[in-house]
């Protein structure tokens, strides 16, 4: 199973190989040094293969709320405390510059690792940085979201946008030259409804967007990431977790190098070493966190609006109250579960019905072929053996984008953004 996903991937770009001249990137001269797409996900670049930036003590930044959704204070539990409020990070220069605003990815908060090191690196290049949480991510959904259902673009992009525009008003005095946008994964499938939202809001004027490996067909990403949970370990057996499995490497991995070394080269390092895991581990590994992810979006959606679906809606919730039990029964319910019992009912509430198709065209790039070809201050980096694409993806954003669209041989899903290659043409598209 495995093997065909990475195959699907691969082929994807091979079905409309030659419509547009999009600038394919040759894997000898890339020099990447990961060739599965499965530990370049996992263990991104060698340290050394990075680029040098500055550190957080040489970063003028700092921490703000908005609040946006006040109403939520009295109707949220106790202990949704630190998420009453919408929390982002911005880092500013001491003159005049240009303002990239950051979009994290599933699940993720403003602070998720990739989006700490997009932030060094355009800091770094002399801009001011936003950087914001992915409206899945459960912070977005109690303090920013207006239905608490995320999963249909144009409203997330809505909230986001709001969110933006909250976020200008509250610096009135720094100055800012132009407007850029940039997201990763699903936050770049959010960039990218966001710039068309702006086409007729035009509060930002963005400047150029720049989209870091989109899922080009949601469903079939979230689809591609879920089924990646359900793959057969070796060594996993009734009485042997994944987790155990794992932890039990871990820990001959650190015996043999003679002490506990946590810092950010510990996966890649780790892959190197006798305990590295295997390709099915890896794929559980990146299927889990994934799953974990769908689990807060479900959970979380569920208990704000009360559906019942995970939580009973009179259930008494407070500081206190354990809500492992029903963190657990949310563990069980996929993306594909969440879209079912969630989105679908509230989108066709709003929407006059519609069937699941139609759904999943509105809420992925399809919806925005026209704009994504006629706009060309829109660019796509992408990797040819990104899990999350399927059969015609590829074809589709070379269709789309033509030379637009600049294709890496590796680097799985997001794994190579931290590459001293991809940093220099982020930095090189951004300058025109």
């Known amino acids: 199973m495995l093997r065909s996903l990475r195959l699907t991937a691969l082929l994807g770009g091979l079905l409309v190989g030659a419509v547009a001249s999009a600038q394919d990137i040759d894997a000898a001269t890339y ?4 060739t599965n797409p499965f530990e370049a996900t996992i263990a991104t670049t060698p340290p050394e293969q990075r680029p040098t930036l500055p ?16 109403e939520r204070a009295f109707t949220l539990p106790d202990n949704f405390w630190p998420v009453k409020k919408l929390r982002y990070r911005m880092a500013t220069q001491d003159h005049k510059a240009p303002l990239i605003f950051l979009i994290a990815g599933t699940g993720a908060p403003y602070n998720s690792s990739i989006n700490e090191y997009l932030k060094k690196l355009f800091y770094q290049a002399g801009y001011h940085v ?42 009135p005095r720094l100055p800012i030259s132009d407007f850029y946008l940039s997201g990763y994964s699903l936050g770049a499938l959010d960039a ?17 967007v720049l989209l870091l490996n989109p899922p080009v067909n949601l469903y079939t990403s979230v689809s591609n990431l879920d089924k990646l949970v359900q ?11 994944f987790y155990e499995l794992v932890l039990h490497k871990l820990t001959l991995y650190f015996q043999q190098k003679g002490y506990v070394d946590l810092n950010e080269a510990l996966l890649y390092d780790f892959q190197q070493s006798r305990q590295h895991l295997s390709n099915e581990q890896m794929a559980m590994l990146i299927g889990t966190s994934f799953r974990f992810s769908a689990a807060d979006i479900a959970f979380t959606s569920d208990l704000i609006n009360r559906r019942g679906l995970i939580i009973p809606p009179k259930y008494p919730i407070t500081e206190g109250s354990s809500l492992t ?10 993306f594909d579960c969440y879209l079912t019992e969630q989105v679908i009912p509230m989108w066709r509430a709003r929407s006059d019905g519609g069937s699941l198709l139609q759904l999943i065209d509105q809420v992925s790039l399809y919806a925005l072929e026209d704009y994504l070809r006629d706009s060309p201050k829109i660019a ?7 899990v999350i694409l399927g059969p015609g993806d590829i074809g589709f954003l070379r269709k789309v984008f033509g030379d637009r669209l600049t294709l890496y041989p590796h680097g799985g899903h997001c ?11 982020m930095l090189e598209f951004f300058r025109g």
């Open 130 to 171: 936003v950087q914001l949480s992915s409206p899945t991510s459960w912070d977005f959904i109690s303090a920013a979201s207006r239905f608490a259902t995320p999963g249909v673009s144009q409203e997330d992009a809505e909230d986001m946008y709001r969110v933006m525009q909250a976020v200008r008003a509250q610096h």
């Open 231 to 241: 793959t057969q370990v070796k060594g996993i057996t009734s009485n042997t977790t």
């Open 55 to 70: 550190s957080d003590e040489d970063i003028d930044q700092d921490d703000y709320s908005l609040n946006l959704r006040p």
């Open 415 to 425: 794994g190579n953004l931290n590459y001293r290659v991809n940093s220099d043409a």
């Open 325 to 334: 039990p029903f963190f657990k029964r949310a563990l069980q319910c996929d």
């Open 31 to 34: 020099g990447y040094p990961l």
């Open 380 to 386: 796509v980096m992408h990797n040819a053996d990104d």
């Open 192 to 208: 990218a409804f966001v710039s068309h939202l702006d086409e007729t809001r035009r509060s930002f004027n963005f400047k150029r």
